[in-house]
């Protein structure tokens, strides 16, 4: 079912949002040559109770982090450990936050040291496309045409969009309904105002599919290619959606 928040709610939601994206600026400052993954959680452990936050994924459904670290050609849900990394990766931070019953949900995806162009391009058309999908976040608008825009935009740049795993609902559970696909299906569900959803783009360098890793949490391009991964928690309003974090 879909949830409609109250005003009153996504004040917490905001807040907890604001929470959310200063970890993620911290995240995005540590993330260097020479620290290995584990490191990052660590700072999001850390960030998380100095600032009154739980973080959303620790133990979510056995996952075993605080924070997914999925590098080069790891798309999402990558586990913190020992890896270190090094100058060129492209490293995707996805990290969820927990304030008073409700949760934020975003991602990022930086360069460590200097990276190839090919790279920089991905980053940016990944960001690129988040921001033409929650262009299209407006009450009275479809499901869908976040999906076409993000879509069209992407492959207008060469690049592919993830099929497999989609964007969500998300508030009072950390995914909810709807799911939110990055291409077109066909199939939609009218927007309504006081639904907070995830918009989450990843995309990859080469071909769309993916395959599992060993540890059947960490997803991988089917190819091998780099992929790039963006997220915002947004709120639907009349107007533009409001960007929560």
Not at 85 to 110: C, M, P, R, W, Y
Not at 142 to 160: L, R, T, W
Not at 222 to 231: I, K, T
Request: a negative charge; charged letters at 25%; aromatic letters at 4%.
């Amino acid at each position: 079912m879909v949830i409609i928040k109250s005003a009153e709610e996504i004040v917490i939601m905001r807040k907890c949002g604001k929470i959310l994206a200063a970890i993620l600026d911290r995240l995005r400052t540590e993330t260097r040559p020479g620290i290995k993954t584990s490191q990052l959680d660590i700072i999001v452990a850390e960030e998380s109770e100095k600032r009154g936050v739980v973080p959303s994924f620790k133990n979510y459904r056995g996952f075993p982090a605080n924070l997914c670290v999925s590098v080069n050609d790891e798309i999402v849900h990558g586990i913190p450990g020992e890896r270190i990394l090094q100058e060129g990766d492209i490293v995707s931070l996805d990290v969820g936050a927990k304030l008073n019953g409700f949760h934020t949900d975003a991602a990022i995806t930086v360069g460590v040291g200097r990276i190839s162009k090919e790279a920089e391009e991905l980053i940016a058309v990944t960001e690129g496309s988040l921001k033409s999908g929650i262009a299209q976040a407006t009450s009275g608008a479809q499901i869908d045409d976040i999906s076409s825009a993000i879509q069209h935009y992407v492959e207008s740049k060469g690049f592919s969009v993830v099929r497999e795993y989609t964007g969500h609902g998300v508030g009072r559970d950390l995914h909810e309904e709807p799911p939110i696909p990055n291409f077109a299906t066909g199939k939609s569900l009218l927007l309504r105002k006081g639904m907070t959803l995830a918009i989450e783009p990843m995309v990859n360098a080469g071909d769309w599919r993916t395959k599992l890793a060993a540890d059947q949490w960490m997803v991988l391009t089917a190819d091998g290619s780099l992929s790039a991964h963006f997220e915002h928690t947004i709120a639907v309003t009349d107007n533009v959606a409001e960007i929560l974090v």
